[in-house]
């Protein structure tokens, strides 16, 4: 009796299946692990935004304390560039990244926008009594 030997040319739907699954794993971790590093990189940016803009919003309190405390209007002049809106009822007013722009707080080519194209809104609050006035800001996106 001769034994008949198979010869095995190329690989079993098994093995193919088997090594195509282990290459899908991979990539699908490789895919997650690479969003998550985008996601981290795009929190830092926007961050990073929020500190900027932050630091420009306390100086200009610093600059402008005397007319945020007594909460006066600015539409434009060469030494209060504004745009500021005041609110009397709510002792609270409103600027915009164009203000702190004007204000040579910002570079021109700032953006009003985040990296998710959400704008933001500055409100600076007074509270406290005269002439101690507590005056603070909120930057929202």
């Not at 098994?14 to 899908?24: A, D, F, K, M, P």
């Not at 985040?114 to 005056?135: A, Q």
Request: hydrophobic share 35%; proline share 4%; with cysteine.
């Amino acid at each position: 009796m001769e034994d008949i030997i198979w010869k095995k040319n190329g690989f079993t739907l098994i093995e193919l299946i088997l090594v195509i699954s282990v290459g899908l794993a991979i990539t699908f971790a490789s895919f997650q692990q690479m969003l998550k590093t985008n996601e981290y990189n795009q929190a830092k940016i926007i961050g990073e935004q929020i500190k900027q803009v932050g630091n420009s919003v306390n100086s200009y309190i610093a600059v402008h304390y005397d007319k945020l405390s007594s909460l006066q209007d600015s539409n434009g002049s060469t030494q209060d560039p504004g745009p500021r809106t005041c609110g009397i009822t709510t002792s609270t007013c409103s600027i915009s990244i164009n203000t702190l722009i004007n204000e040579g707080l910002l570079p021109q080519t700032y953006s009003d926008k985040n990296l998710f194209n959400s704008p933001y809104t500055i409100l600076i609050k007074r509270s406290g009594t005269s002439p101690y006035y507590n005056v603070t800001g909120l930057i929202t996106t």
